[in-house]
């Protein structure tokens, strides 16, 4: 049986669990979301020192969402809508036997083309799809943090997919 | 089941056995595997949960620590303008003070427009921000005054106070010796033995606490002011004294009545004119040496 919900979050045990819970996500939200350009750390870090000055407000079962709220929020305050480029990190696994210069080249142009394709994204788009495919979330996980149907997450990211390819494929 | 379906289930990691073989049979099935590998590329940077964890929570503590400074340095800003506020207000209703020293001569406006001339090393003192509530000032020393036309105004000294109307008058205080000359006008003097109304050219004095009667001044303005002293049956030791202020020397003399009447006349300008004026009358010798001067009987 899982502990009945708490009106408020004011316990250091209580937001500490909270924080091992979500600060992973709402960081992975926020970079997906709005790049690294802005810090996604700091703006998740101070989201949760909010969380905490209000603890006295926020029940236990809105924490999440209050959480997620604040670091849009104060994301906003600061982005001024440029274009989010997300920087690929090669940290792919080396295909010993494939190493010529004229494959990776192509994985070159392979990973511009991506970056590239993942920026025109919608930001709606983006977030979900790579939760999905680079945190390993499932749908309904996805649908629980985006507060959002996971009808919707479905859309989202199948609607990314068939994007991204399309972008790849005429690039 | 359709190939739409599996990339959906694909998506959603929810293949199971069959289905992943009939996924793997897909013509695109490469290409969706070659994305998905890119893609692990684009992974956010990992967070350190307990590590972020500590800095949430010194930064948490730090934040109410720094309302705590806050509130301080707010305090600390009201501590330094009450301290301004009540520095400048001390300072505003402070007296004013004007001070000569010996042979300076100085002419000041009080607030209501009314004139001092002081006399050498004289003080006096008033206060600006309660000017138009009562003119008085505080003198130690010499001055004339040239009031105008108001409300009562008093000069207060240790031996006694003098209240007139609009009116030009002297002052003349200087240790047991007390003078005030009316020039126009009407003054009242009140010491505290005696308390006379002077008309235009009375003039009262007390030294040592006794009341001498004088002339009448037929002057219009004391004679100081044209850079003379003029006595009229005065103790000695006052002529000296005063000669002392005018040329800021010291005076010594040997056997000599210093409580003996002088009459006479020195002027300001010229030392030597001036010693023999105070000298020749009594039959005394002057010796000069820097700032001392000796008198010695013939």
């Known amino acids: ?171 | 089941m359709n190939r739409e379906d599996l990339i959906q289930k694909w998506l959603d990691h929810n293949l199971n056995p069959q289905e992943l073989e009939a996924f793997k049979q897909l013509e695109d099935y490469n290409d969706l595997i070659q994305l998905d590998m890119h893609l692990k590329g684009f992974k956010a940077k990992t967070v350190h949960t307990e590590d972020t964890l500590e800095t949430i929570w010194s930064s948490i503590n730090s934040t109410s620590k720094k309302s705590n400074t806050l509130l301080s340095t707010l305090s600390k800003i009201a501590a330094v303008l009450v301290i301004c506020f009540g520095l400048y207000y001390y300072t505003t209703t402070l007296d004013t003070t004007v001070h000569t020293i010996a042979s300076q001569h100085e002419t000041i406006l009080l607030p209501d427009a009314s004139e001092v001339e002081l006399n050498a090393m004289s003080t006096i003192s008033f206060n600006t921000s309660s000017w138009n509530d009562s003119r008085s000032v505080t003198l130690n020393g010499e001055a004339f005054f040239r009031v105008a036309k108001g409300e009562t105004f008093d000069v207060s000294t240790n031996i006694g106070n003098v209240t007139v109307l609009g009116t030009q008058f002297n002052v003349k205080h200087r240790g047991n010796y007390f003078e005030v000359t009316c020039y126009e006008g009407k003054v009242r003097v009140k010491t505290t033995t005696k308390e006379t109304i002077l008309l235009a050219g009375d003039t009262f004095l007390i030294i040592d606490g006794k009341y001498i009667a004088t002339e009448k001044e037929n002057l219009s303005a004391p004679s100081w002011l044209n850079n003379k002293s003029i006595f009229k049956s005065i103790p000695y030791r006052e002529v000296v004294a005063e000669f002392e202020r005018q040329y800021n020397v010291s005076i010594e003399f040997e056997n000599i009545d210093d409580s003996q009447s002088f009459t006479g006349t020195f002027t300001h300008n010229n030392i030597e004119t001036a010693l023999k004026s105070i000298t020749l009358p009594l039959q005394l010798k002057y010796s000069k040496t820097d700032n001392i001067i000796r008198l010695k009987r013939d």
């Open chain 1, 1 to 171: 049986m899982s502990k009945p919900l708490k009106d408020h979050i004011c316990e250091e045990q209580l937001f500490s669990s909270i924080y091992r819970k979500y600060s992973k996500d709402l960081h992975n939200f926020l970079y997906y979301k709005f790049g690294s350009q802005l810090n996604p750390q700091d703006k998740m870090q101070e989201a949760f020192v909010k969380l905490w000055e209000n603890c006295a407000k926020v029940p236990q079962n809105k924490a999440k969402s209050f959480l997620f709220t604040t670091a849009n929020n104060l994301m906003l305050n600061e982005f001024a809508h440029q274009k989010v480029v997300l920087r690929h990190h090669q940290t792919k696994p080396k295909h010993s036997t494939n190493i010529n210069p004229e494959f990776l080249l192509q994985e070159k142009e392979y990973r511009a083309k991506l970056e590239n394709a993942i920026a025109n994204l919608t930001e709606a788009q983006r977030v979900a799809f790579l939760m999905n495919r680079v945190e390993g979330k499932r749908f309904k996980e996805i649908a629980a943090l985006l507060d959002i149907s996971t009808k919707a997450v479905e859309k989202r990211i199948y609607g990314a997919l068939k994007k991204l390819r399309k972008d790849i494929d005429e690039l």
